[in-house]
C-alpha cells in the first residue's frame, strides 16, 4: 500500500513563502507524475503544478512565476515551493502520485494553506 505524507502547510502573511513536502512509502513501483493539487473551500479540486520523473514540469497559470515544484527521485518525494502567496492561494493543498505500471492513483491526506495577514 502507497501512502503519501504531506507536509509544510500553515499560516503566511501574503507576499510570504511555504514550502510542501511529499513524502511517499510503501510499495513502490515506478511513478511517473507527481503533482499538487489545492481545493479551497466551495471550490473543485484543482491541479497546481506536475512533475514527471525525468523532471519535466507544468503549472496552472494561477501560480506559474510564484511556485516550483521538484522531486527527489531517490526519496520518492516531491516539494512545492510557494512564493508570493495571495489570499486566494488559501486552500487543502494535496499531493498525488500516479503509478504508471499499475495504472494507480494515490492521494495525500492534505495540508492547509491559509494566506491570511
Known amino acids: 500500500q502507497v501512502r503519501l505524507v504531506e507536509s509544510g502547510g500553515g499560516l503566511v502573511q501574503p507576499g510570504g513563502s511555504l514550502r510542501l513536502s511529499c513524502a511517499a512509502s510503501?510499495?513502490?513501483?515506478?511513478?511517473?507524475?507527481m503533482s499538487w493539487y489545492r481545493q479551497a473551500p466551495g471550490k473543485q479540486r484543482e491541479l497546481v503544478a506536475a512533475?514527471?520523473?525525468?523532471?519535466?514540469?507544468s503549472y496552472s497559470e494561477f501560480v506559474k512565476d510564484r511556485f516550483t515544484i521538484s522531486r527527489d527521485n531517490a526519496e520518492n518525494t516531491v516539494y512545492l515551493q510557494m512564493n508570493y502567496l495571495k489570499p486566494e492561494d488559501t486552500a487543502v493543498y494535496y499531493c498525488?502520485?500516479?503509478?504508471?505500471?499499475?495504472?494507480?492513483?494515490?492521494w495525500g491526506q492534505g495540508t492547509q494553506v491559509t494566506v491570511s495577514s
Open positions: 498525488h502520485a500516479f503509478e504508471s505500471v499499475r495504472l494507480v492513483d494515490h
Open positions: 510503501g510499495n513502490i513501483f515506478p511513478i511517473t507524475f
Open positions: 512533475i514527471t520523473n525525468g523532471g519535466s514540469t
